[in-house]
């Protein structure tokens, strides 16, 4: 096993992977954009019909 440790390098931001992180989200966010209405609609029937209904302590 060797002994040796590298020396750690600081840390940089680079505007090249931030640009990149920016069209990674924008892109998913249009992909999951349409998925939108369908969660609302889920979400208010669980509220409706779902939320701690029928259970007993």
Known sequence: MSQT???STPY???F???VLGWI??????LV???LLP????????????GAGRGKTA
């Open 24 to 29: 990674v989200a924008i892109g998913t966010a």
């Open 38 to 49: 369908v969660a609302v609609v889920l979400w208010l029937l669980y509220r409706l019909f």
């Open 5 to 7: 440790v590298t020396k």
């Open 16 to 18: 090249q992977m931030s």
């Open 12 to 14: 940089e931001r680079t």
């Open 32 to 34: 999951l954009l349409p």
